[in-house]
C-alpha cells in the first residue's frame, strides 16, 4: 500500500526554452493548469512531483556518487569522473559563473517555490475536500519551508516571494532578503504548518510530511542561525552592504542559541521520536539495523525511495559485486571513531595500539567501516569473508595514482545492507533519512552548551552512546570526562556528530557553519596504506599500517563559506546581490 506515495511517475513537467529568471512560469502547454486542478488525482501528483525534489543537496539524488563527503575531510573522491560536484568543491575551483551544478542548488529550490505557489493557488478550486485541501496545503508550505531551508544554509538571505506566482510575462527581478528575515519567514511558516500537519500517517499515506518534521526543520534552521557562520559573521572582500545583510547576522547574540535548544527541546518533548535501539542481538546492532527500516521510530523526515540497493552501489568495493567504491573514508574520520569503553584512541589509558587499531572500537565503527580484515558479505560465497585492503590485494588494495581512483585503505560500510552485493539479486525495503532523531539530540546538546548550561547535554549524549553499544563504565557516563568545560563539550559535541552522523550528508555543512572549515579541509586528506608483514610483538596483526597523504591537495577559502549566486541569475535578476568574496 506504501508504494502510491513513493515517488511517483513525472506527471506534470515544468520546461520551457525560454532562457527565464529563476521564478518564471517554466511550464508548458501540454497539460495546463485547468486540467490538472480540475482533477484529484492530478492535483495530487501535482504535489507529488514538489516532493520529488526533497532528497537534493548537491546532486538531486543526495548520496549519489559519495555526495558531498567527497568534499570533505572524511572522505576522499573517486577520480575516475572529475567533473563530479564534490570534486570541484574539494579543489574549490569554481567561480560564480565556471561551474553549471550551482545553478542546479539555486534553481531546483525556486522551480519548486513556484510550484507550491501554484498549487496554494489553486487549491480552493480543485474537487479536493475542504479538510484535505487544508493537509494540502500544510504540506505543500512545509516543502517549499525546505527548499527555503536549502537555499539559506548554501546561499544566506534569498528572495522571500511569499504566495506569489509568477508568469512569463512579469519582469521579475526581487532583492534578497536579509538574513534575518529570511529565517523569520521560514521560522513563522514551519510553526503555523506544524500546527497542521498529523503526529503521524499510516497506509498510503505513510511518507508524507509531519507535524515532527515541521518542527525538525526549525530545529536545524535555528542551530545554523546560531552558528558562527551566520551569527556575528566577519565576511571576505568584496562586499557590499546588502550582501553582508543577506550572509548573515552581523552581530553575535546568544540568544539564538537559547531559540535552537528550546526547538530541539520541543521534539524531545513530544514524545513522538526514539533512538532505535538493539544491544541484545549485538552491541551498537540498533544504529546499524536504523537504516534498513523504512518504518522505524528515529526517522523524522526522510526522502520515501522505492526499495532499492542504492547504498551498497554507491560505497561498496568493487569484490563486492563491482560496487562503486565511491567517498571511501579517511584516517581523519577513522581516527574520531572511540574505543569500545567510549575513550578517545589518544586517551593513553584506552589500551589503543595504532599497529592493531580495529580491535576494540565504537560498534559504529564496525557498522560504518569496512577496513583491512573486515568480514563483508561475498555473493559468490553466499557467507561473509574478509576484505583485504593491503598492498597487493586482490581487487580492492590499497594503490595511489594521480590518473585513477583508488581506495584509501577503507570502504563505506554505513547504512549498508550486509547481506547485499552492489549487483544483488535484492534491494532493502528503506528511505533515505534526511533528519533524524540522534541528530536533534545532538542539535539540542550543542546548543545547550553554547548557552552555558553543559550538564544538561549529558543526558541527551549518554543516550546516544549507549544506544551505540560502547561500554557505560562505573560511572554510566560511556567514556565521556565528568564535568566537562565549555569548550571541551563543544569539541566532544563536534566530534560525536562527525561520527554518528558519518556520511549523512552534514560534515560538509557542520564544518562550514561552526567555521573549521578553512582548517579541516585545507590540505591533504590521510589514507591508511597497510603493508603485509611477519606477524610479531611489533606487528600483532602481521600488517603495518602506515598513514600517507593523498596526492590531491583540498582547499578551501573564506569566501567559499557560502555559495556564490549563478552570474546568470543575477543577469537575469540584476536586484540580486553576489554573496561576500564572490
Known amino acids: 500500500?506504501?508504494?502510491?506515495?513513493?515517488?511517483?511517475?513525472?506527471?506534470?513537467?515544468?520546461?520551457?526554452?525560454?532562457?527565464?529568471?529563476?521564478?518564471?512560469?517554466?511550464?508548458?502547454?501540454?497539460?495546463?493548469?485547468?486540467?490538472?486542478?480540475?482533477?484529484?488525482?492530478?492535483?495530487?501528483?501535482?504535489?507529488?512531483?514538489?516532493?520529488?525534489?526533497?532528497?537534493?543537496?548537491?546532486?538531486?539524488?543526495?548520496?549519489?556518487?559519495?555526495?558531498?563527503?567527497?568534499?570533505?575531510?572524511?572522505?576522499?573522491?573517486?577520480?575516475?569522473?572529475?567533473?563530479?560536484?564534490?570534486?570541484?568543491?574539494?579543489?574549490?575551483?569554481?567561480?560564480?559563473?565556471?561551474?553549471?551544478?550551482?545553478?542546479?542548488?539555486?534553481?531546483?529550490?525556486?522551480?519548486?517555490?513556484?510550484?507550491?505557489?501554484?498549487?496554494?493557488?489553486?487549491?480552493?478550486?480543485?474537487?479536493?475536500?475542504?479538510?484535505?485541501?487544508?493537509?494540502?496545503?500544510?504540506?505543500?508550505?512545509?516543502?517549499?519551508?525546505?527548499?527555503?531551508?536549502?537555499?539559506?544554509?548554501?546561499?544566506?538571505?534569498?528572495?522571500?516571494?511569499?504566495?506569489?506566482?509568477?508568469?512569463?510575462?512579469?519582469?521579475?527581478?526581487?532583492?534578497?532578503?536579509?538574513?534575518?528575515?529570511?529565517?523569520?519567514?521560514?521560522?513563522?511558516?514551519?510553526?503555523?504548518?506544524?500546527?497542521?500537519?498529523?503526529v503521524s500517517y499510516s497506509g498510503n499515506d505513510y511518507g508524507r510530511v509531519t507535524k515532527g518534521a515541521a518542527m525538525a526543520v526549525k530545529a536545524k534552521l535555528l542551530l545554523f542561525a546560531a552558528s558562527p557562520l551566520f551569527n556575528g559573521n566577519t565576511y571576505?572582500?568584496?562586499?557590499?552592504?546588502?550582501?553582508?545583510?543577506?550572509?548573515?547576522?552581523?552581530?553575535?547574540?546568544?540568544?539564538?542559541?537559547?531559540?535552537?535548544?528550546?526547538?530541539?527541546?520541543?521534539?524531545?518533548?513530544?514524545?513522538?521520536?526514539?533512538?532505535?535501539?538493539?544491544?541484545?542481538?549485538?552491541?551498537?546492532?540498533?544504529?546499524?539495523?536504523?537504516?534498513?527500516?523504512?518504518?522505524?521510530?528515529?526517522?523524522?523526515?526522510?526522502?520515501?525511495?522505492?526499495?532499492?540497493?542504492?547504498?551498497?552501489?554507491?560505497?561498496?568495493?568493487?569484490?563486492?559485486?563491482?560496487?562503486?567504491?565511491?567517498?571511501?573514508?579517511?584516517?581523519?574520520?577513522?581516527?574520531?571513531?572511540?574505543?569500545?569503553?567510549?575513550?578517545?584512541?589518544?586517551?593513553?589509558?584506552?589500551?589503543?595500539?595504532?599497529?592493531?587499531?580495529y580491535i576494540n572500537r565504537d560498534p559504529r565503527f564496525n557498522y560504518s567501516i569496512i577496513y583491512n580484515g573486515a568480514p563483508y558479505f561475498l555473493k559468490a560465497a553466499s557467507a561473509k569473508s574478509p576484505v583485504f585492503t593491503y598492498v597487493g590485494a586482490p581487487t580492492d588494495g590499497f594503490t595511489q595514482s594521480t590518473s585513477a581512483a583508488g581506495p584509501s585503505g577503507y570502504f563505506s560500510r554505513k547504512m549498508l545492507d550486509e547481506n547485499l552485493s552492489a549487483d544483488g539479486p535484492g534491494n532493502t525495503d528503506r528511505g533515505w533519512g534526511l533528519i533524524r532523531y540522534a541528530d536533534i539530540l545532538l542539535c539540542y546538546a550543542e546548543a545547550i552548551n553554547e548557552i552555558g548550561q553543559t550538564s544538561q547535554a549529558y543526558p541527551v549524549l549518554r543516550q546516544i552512546r549507549e544506544r551505540a553499544g560502547i561500554v557505560p563504565g562505573a560511572d554510566n557516563n560511556y567514556g565521556m570526562k565528568t564535568g566537562m568545560s565549555q569548550d571541551e563539550m563543544r569539541e566532544f559535541i563536534r566530534n560525536e556528530r562527525h561520527i554518528e552522523l558519518m556520511y549523512e550528508n552534514t560534515r560538509w555543512d557542520d564544518a562550514r557553519r561552526w567555521k573549521i572549515a578553512m582548517k579541516v579541509f585545507n590540505g591533504y586528506n590521510k589514507l591508511m596504506k597497510p603493508t603485509k608483514v611477519a606477524v610479531s610483538a611489533t606487528y600483532p596483526s602481521g600488517y603495518n599500517y602506515e598513514i600517507v597523504n593523498s596526492l590531491f591537495l583540498h582547499t578551501f577559502n573564506e569566501k567559499n563559506y557560502l555559495l556564490p549566486i549563478p552570474t546568470s541569475e543575477i543577469r537575469k535578476a540584476p536586484a540580486l546581490v553576489q554573496n561576500p568574496g564572490w
Do not use: H
Open 236 to 357: 571576505p572582500q568584496p562586499s557590499t552592504a546588502e550582501g553582508i545583510a543577506a550572509a548573515g547576522y552581523p552581530t553575535f547574540d546568544v540568544t539564538r542559541w537559547k531559540a535552537a535548544a528550546d526547538a530541539a527541546q520541543a521534539i524531545i518533548n513530544s514524545g513522538a521520536y526514539a533512538l532505535n535501539i538493539d544491544n541484545a542481538t549485538a552491541p551498537g546492532y540498533g544504529f546499524y539495523a536504523l537504516f534498513l527500516k523504512r518504518i522505524n521510530s528515529e526517522y523524522i523526515y526522510f526522502y520515501n525511495r522505492v526499495p532499492n540497493r542504492d547504498w551498497e552501489q554507491f560505497y561498496l568495493p568493487v569484490s563486492r559485486g563491482n560496487g562503486s567504491r565511491n567517498g571511501t573514508p579517511t584516517q581523519t574520520l577513522v581516527d574520531a571513531f572511540p574505543t569500545s569503553t567510549g575513550k578517545a584512541i589518544t586517551d593513553p589509558t584506552s589500551g589503543y595500539n595504532p599497529q592493531n587499531p
Open 1 to 198: 500500500m506504501k508504494n502510491i506515495f513513493i515517488i511517483l511517475a513525472v506527471l506534470i513537467l515544468f520546461v520551457s526554452c525560454k532562457k527565464a529568471s529563476f521564478l518564471d512560469d517554466k511550464s508548458n502547454n501540454a497539460l495546463n493548469e485547468n486540467s490538472v486542478f480540475t482533477d484529484s488525482v492530478r492535483t495530487m501528483s501535482f504535489l507529488t512531483r514538489i516532493y520529488e525534489d526533497e532528497g537534493f543537496a548537491y546532486v538531486k539524488t543526495r548520496w549519489e556518487n559519495g555526495g558531498q563527503e567527497q568534499a570533505t575531510d572524511d572522505s576522499e573522491f573517486n577520480l575516475l569522473n572529475t567533473a563530479r560536484r564534490p570534486l570541484i568543491l574539494y579543489t574549490s575551483s569554481y567561480s560564480a559563473d565556471s561551474f553549471p551544478f550551482f545553478t542546479e542548488v539555486w534553481q531546483t529550490p525556486f522551480d519548486n517555490i513556484r510550484r507550491v505557489n501554484l498549487l496554494l493557488s489553486k487549491l480552493p478550486s480543485t474537487p479536493l475536500n475542504v479538510a484535505t485541501q487544508k493537509r494540502v496545503a500544510a504540506e505543500a508550505r512545509f516543502l517549499r519551508a525546505w527548499y527555503y531551508y536549502n537555499l539559506l544554509i548554501n546561499f544566506g538571505g534569498v528572495p522571500i516571494v511569499k504566495d506569489q506566482v509568477f508568469t512569463i510575462t512579469d519582469e521579475v527581478s526581487i532583492p534578497r532578503s536579509t538574513f534575518a528575515e529570511s529565517v523569520s519567514y521560514v521560522v513563522k511558516e514551519l510553526d503555523e504548518v506544524s500546527a497542521i500537519l498529523p
